[in-house]
């Protein structure tokens, strides 16, 4: 009689420890899939990070169609000589693939001008002109951006040179709306550890490396995906 007690009692336990394997096993894979739909979510709409702050702002500019495979994040500052250099190559890269990327500006001010630059662009924006303004600070940045001797004042000429309704651009310019703008783009910033600029996000997926090389093997990454 013991002996039959002992062997259902042993049974008893290894269908216990049985079944505690297999819950774990079990809820492993339920992490693992989880963890998976996540990451296929950040790759396919990546406007929100994981518990972190979103990528995509509504007021965020953004170029290239909305349904794009790939979303190209870029922190930038204006008056910042790296944003200018890579400015040109990311134009290329849109160019090469149109259609299928889509680039979204964020700011992340770190010059003595940043804020009035990024608040000139909002208020060409206003008129339609965000794009334009943008190459014209790139393009004039060497003048209007100098770290010797740098000139803001000339920042409204640019906006007369495009041909924009100066009384709405300057009504503009010191908008403190703007400054709201440039502040949650730069916590947003911050919290995704974004430390200088520019800062590339591709789908979700910070480049490590700038220039235009390691850029496009990351855009090809997740068009291939």
């Given at each position: 009689m ?9 049974i ?5 420890v ?5 819950a ?38 953004s170029?290239?169609?909305m ?17 200018r ?9 849109l ?11 964020r ?9 009035m ?10 008129q ?40 709405a651009?300057?009504?503009?310019l ?21 430390t ?21 093997a990351l855009?090809d990454?997740?068009?291939?995906k």
């Amino acid at each position: 009689m013991k002996k039959d007690l002992y062997r259902v009692a042993g049974i008893a336990a290894v269908a216990i420890v049985a079944l505690a394997l297999g819950a774990a096993a079990y809820m492993r894979s339920q992490k693992a899939e989880r963890a998976q739909q996540v990451a296929q979510q950040a790759a396919q709409n990546p406007k929100a990070k994981a518990d972190g702050p979103p990528f995509i702002r509504p007021h965020s500019h953004s170029h290239g169609p909305m349904d794009a495979k790939v979303t190209v994040v870029e922190f930038l500052d204006p008056e910042c000589e790296s944003c200018r250099a890579m400015y040109p190559l990311v134009k290329h890269l849109l160019g090469q693939y149109e259609g299928k990327v889509r680039l979204v500006i964020r700011y992340m001010p770190l010059h003595p001008n940043s804020l009035m630059a990024a608040s000139a662009l909002e208020a060409a924006g206003a008129q339609g002109r965000y794009w334009e303004m943008l190459e014209s600070l790139f393009t004039n940045q060497p003048q209007w951006g100098s770290h010797h001797a740098p000139k803001p004042e000339l920042i409204p000429d640019y906006a007369q040179q495009l041909g924009l309704d100066m009384g709405a651009f300057r009504s503009l310019l010191n908008s403190a709306a703007h400054k709201t703008i440039v502040e949650t783009d730069r916590t947003d910033g911050q919290s995704l550890g974004v430390t200088g600029t520019p800062t590339f996000f591709v789908n979700g997926r910070q480049l490590e490396r700038l220039g235009y090389e390691s850029l496009k093997a990351l855009i090809d990454e997740e068009l291939a995906k």
